[in-house]
């Protein structure tokens, strides 16, 4: 090569990788003749090429065009593994079959990789509420049954922290663009000890949704949008007994999500919370740091408590029933289908109200960041202080897929496990993730490029509110990040449970409800073993 | 024919040598001794008093079977003939020992114990506290209360399956069509009754028992909003998939009635209603106390319909004794409560169901 050509590509920012591809790319065109720079233009346009799958407004896409996107971004695993690389290797993928999501489409993306490198995945589907105790259970009783494990990073507490994981190679990394992720998802995330087992494939916050056509001049819900949890809580109240002016059906505000999801209910009430305990100047809002002592039963968290038990003693603030709606049903079966007007929920709900059958509030959605508080609390001084607060939660820290030890000792597995984990990780096909329903965010510099959305068919409106509440959550200073602690989805879980008897009115008050909480957490943590859980709770706060 | 030296060769007791009996005795014991040992030296390990051992239990259970196997060809060996009739009960039982006995007394050692899944340090004993803690779990003590709840119904569903059988034995229109109506909701998996009828059904806005429930002016049907409600919703969908089960009983018991003694009773001026009470009934008694144990053994383990529809809720009002437990292990990771729980529960079983068939052993005996 030239070195005026290679110093260019420097000039530009090229990866080496990358300059071995488009060197690679330009001789093969070369070898085919004129052909050549029309599919290195196709090639180049990629990006744009799977948006169109199936397009912004054709539906929700299925089986097929999950195949497509996979095949149509299986470039960078063809630059590291030949063909048929992997016949005769067989893989078990455990993940999440959630609202036909993630499992779901690894299915259709990994189809055209499993054609090409000769590998076969089998599939252990688990639902939201059971994936917990399954990979609990896994863990705690050594059998591990599975090769490539999608996992949060709520979990590498539990199985990094146990050595049940294996170590990323550079050849991925490089693969997947890491640099690209947003600035919270780096190192420590995703990192154990200074290695790394992950590779990223989604984002987490909770953003907050609303409906525009319930506020604004003349809105039933008023000429200003809420932007803090006690206007929230006012607006709910107030719309109680009105009608809905999409569906002609009762008006609501809030959609809390009163029965529990396998622990993952708890974030519905934790984004509440977070406005209320999250202080600025610390880190810690479950637990005190130097202690575990938990600090949900403080005055901040009550509050957040509090909040809901206000709404459900308040006749016809919920829908009916809502005693029995979980945070999948408050999203799907009641936002999106026009239940309803304000929602926290993670950041995907956005795509899906634009491209998914089952939403008819595509015309008529907003969206912001964590609601904030008029008061916070402070834990250490133990008083409130008036201040306004925000604190987006940072719920759940993103899914990621892991590839397990069990690999380690077979270098050919090992790769072929790596690979497809690349595969599901890769910058392009996770553009596509972003942009139609899947179960994930946007969570890539790269995914804030309004252009590529718009040339998708969103409109910049709707892009620029959608991204910027992700975006601004993801770079908000009073973020609250959730710890990687063994056993935190126990913590979750007996939360909920917990809170699931107070909002039934089962305990005296909401304080005591919090107590209960509390009590059970001190346990759990006696259990697992406090001096080990304060160290990993400090280092995963970077304390 | 066996010939001598063969296993199956007949060695009467008078026969038996010395140094056979020794070599029997020396492999029984010895590999009792061998059992003994790898076992000690495991426990050792596990509780912390000696740094040896092995990594896992396995070689345990392979002295076990190793002492199965000595245990058995001992006992030929120094029985003879009388030993080697040993050979036939000997298998089920060393199965039993491995398959329940042992369980069961692993089970007690975990019930005893403190053990969060997520734990590095694993399982560790606390003595009494389980049952302290069972003793003042209010969540517990409510479970327990909608089992007797819970179980009162078959009182309800028994007269329903009986009705229905009536039904069924007397000379009705389309009878083959109804028996086999009627006994659909028995093929399906209580898993698919609670999303037939209990999420898809009874949903609140789009389900059809919903709708009519709202034609018929209940403004806002929701079967497990209340506590109240919930658990009567949990009673009916269980009753709806378990009555054919009991139908299907009484109506082969009522037509093993001879009918001969019916007639008997018509001619003797027994009128249906009275022929019923005096004649049917009693002769149904045995019938009906069997069908009415296996339907309380069937709802002691009450767990699933509860766990997909209402996950125990709303706040642990529908919750049952086993979908408590269920949670207790699943979602807590509270192995050792829930394992405290389990043995309390099946011991209370094993009373019940032994008090309940003792009071009713006189009546379940066949009256013709």
Redesign the interface.
């Known amino acids: 090569m030239k070195v005026d050509l290679y110093e260019h590509a420097v000039r530009v920012a090229m990866s080496r990788r990358r300059l071995l591809q488009g060197t690679a790319a330009v001789g093969s065109m070369a070898a085919l003749g004129g052909l050549g720079v029309k599919t290195a233009a196709a090639q180049d346009n990629i990006r744009a090429e799977i948006l169109k799958i199936p397009g912004v407004g054709a539906g929700s896409p299925t089986d097929a065009d999950w195949q497509k996107v996979g095949e149509l971004c299986l470039a960078t695993t063809k630059a590291n593994v030949a063909e048929g690389e992997f016949e005769g290797v067989e893989l078990t993928f455990m993940g999440l079959n959630n609202q036909n999501l993630h499992n779901f489409l690894f299915r259709g993306f990994l189809k055209p990789w499993e054609a090409y490198t000769g590998a076969k995945i089998n599939w252990i589907d688990l639902a939201q509420a059971d994936y917990n105790a399954r990979l609990q259970q896994s863990i705690a009783t050594g059998t591990v049954d599975f090769d490539i494990l999608e996992m949060g990073a709520p979990f590498e507490g539990d199985t990094a922290g146990r050595g049940l994981l294996d170590e990323m190679p550079d050849w991925v990394a490089e693969q997947i663009e890491a640099d690209d992720l947003v600035g919270y998802l780096k190192a420590p995330v995703g990192t154990w000890d200074g290695k790394t087992y992950r590779v990223t494939i989604d984002g987490d916050c909770h953003t907050f949704a609303y409906r525009t056509d319930y506020f604004g001049e003349g809105g039933i819900g008023g000429a200003e949008v809420p932007k803090t949890w006690q206007q929230i809580n006012a607006v709910t109240k107030d719309l109680a007994g009105k009608t809905d002016p999409l569906t002609g059906l009762p008006a609501h505000g809030y959609l809390d999500p009163l029965k529990g999801w396998g622990g993952f209910g708890f974030y519905f009430v934790a984004n509440r919370a977070t406005a209320y305990v999250k202080h600025p100047d610390e880190a810690a809002w479950l637990f005190e740091p130097d202690t575990m002592k938990p600090l949900v039963n403080n005055p901040g968290w009550v509050q957040a408590f509090q909040d809901v038990m206000d709404l459900i003693a308040t006749e016809g603030a919920y829908p009916a029933d809502q005693i029995n709606a979980d945070p999948g049903t408050t999203a799907f079966s009641q936002f999106l289908a026009g239940t309803g007007s304000m929602l926290m929920w993670w950041g995907d709900v956005g795509s899906s109200a634009r491209t998914s059958d089952t939403s008819v509030v595509g015309d008529v959605v907003g969206f912001g960041i964590n609601p904030a508080s008029e008061r916070r609390y402070n834990w250490r001084s133990g008083a409130w202080e008036e201040e306004m607060n925000e604190a987006p939660s940072m719920a759940y820290i993103g899914w990621g897929v892991y590839v397990t030890s069990r690999v380690s000792g077979d270098e050919k597995k090992r790769k072929a496990a790596w690979s497809a984990a690349a595969h599901l990780g890769g910058k392009d096909l996770s553009l596509w993730t972003s942009a139609y329903p899947s179960g994930f965010q946007p969570y890539r510099n790269s995914h804030f490029n309004y252009e590529e959305w718009e040339a998708a068919g969103y409109d910049r409106a709707f892009v620029e509110d959608y991204l910027g509440s992700n975006r601004d959550s993801y770079n908000h200073p009073n973020a609250a990040i959730e710890p990687r602690i063994p056993g935190i989805f126990q913590y979750y879980s007996v939360a909920e449970d917990e809170l699931a008897k107070g909002f039934a009115g089962q305990y005296g008050s909401a304080q005591e409800t919090a107590d209960a909480i509390a009590a059970a957490w001190e346990k759990i943590t006696d259990q697992i073993g406090r001096e080990s859980q304060i160290a990993l709770y400090k280092a995963s706060l970077g304390m | 024919m066996a010939e001598q030296g063969d296993f199956l060769h007949v060695v009467t007791t008078d026969n038996l040598t010395d140094r056979r009996i020794a070599l029997g005795r020396a492999m029984i014991w010895g590999s009792a001794g061998f059992l003994a040992v790898v076992a000690l030296v495991q426990t050792l390990q596990e509780t912390g008093y000696a740094d040896f051992g092995f990594s896992t239990w396995r070689p345990t259970l392979y002295a076990y079977v190793l002492w199965a196997i000595c245990l058995c060809w001992g006992q030929v060996l120094i029985r003879g003939e009388r030993g080697k009739r040993v050979l036939f009960v000997l298998p089920a039982a060393l199965f039993v020992i491995s398959m329940v006995v042992f369980p069961l007394l692993f089970g007690l050692v975990i019930a005893f114990s ?8 694993g399982r560790t004993f606390n003595g009494l506290d389980n049952i302290r803690q069972m003793w003042t779990d209010d ?1 517990y003590w409510n479970a327990m209360a909608n089992m007797v709840r819970y179980t009162l119904a078959i009182i309800v569903e028994y007269a329903i399956a009986f009705g229905l059988a009536l039904l069924l034995n007397s000379q009705i229109h389309a009878r083959k069509f109804f028996r086999v109506a009627f006994l659909m909701p028995l093929m399906l998996s209580p898993v698919a009754v609670s999303w037939m009828i209990g999420k898809s059904m009874m949903e ?1 806005r789009f389900g059809p028992i919903a709708r009519l429930a709202r034609e018929l002016g209940w403004a ?1 049907p ?1 079967f ?2 209340s ?1 109240e409600m919930a658990r009567f919703t949990i009673m009916v969908m269980d009753a709806w998939t378990y009555i054919p089960f009991m139908m299907i009983m009484i109506l082969a018991g009522l037509q093993a009635i001879p009918r001969d003694i019916q007639e008997a009773a018509k001619v003797d001026g027994a009128r249906s209603w009275r022929g019923f009470w005096e004649v049917t009934f009693p002769l149904m008694l045995p019938v009906s106390i069997t069908v009415i144990l296996i339907r309380i053994i069937f709802k002691l383990k009450l767990a699933d319909i509860i766990i997909n529809v ?2 125990g ?5 529908t919750d049952s004794v086993t979908s408590f437990i269920f ?1 207790e292990y ?4 509270n192995v050792g409560y829930g394992t405290l729980l389990a043995m309390v529960y099946l011991v209370l079983i094993v009373i019940a169901i032994t008090i309940v068939m003792k009071l009713t052993d006189r009546w379940a005996r066949p009256r013709y």
């Open positions: 403190d053990w969060n899944l997520s734990s590095p340090t969540f609140i806002s929701s497990f909003g506590p209402t996950a809720g709303p706040g642990g009002a949670r699943r979602d807590r990771s």
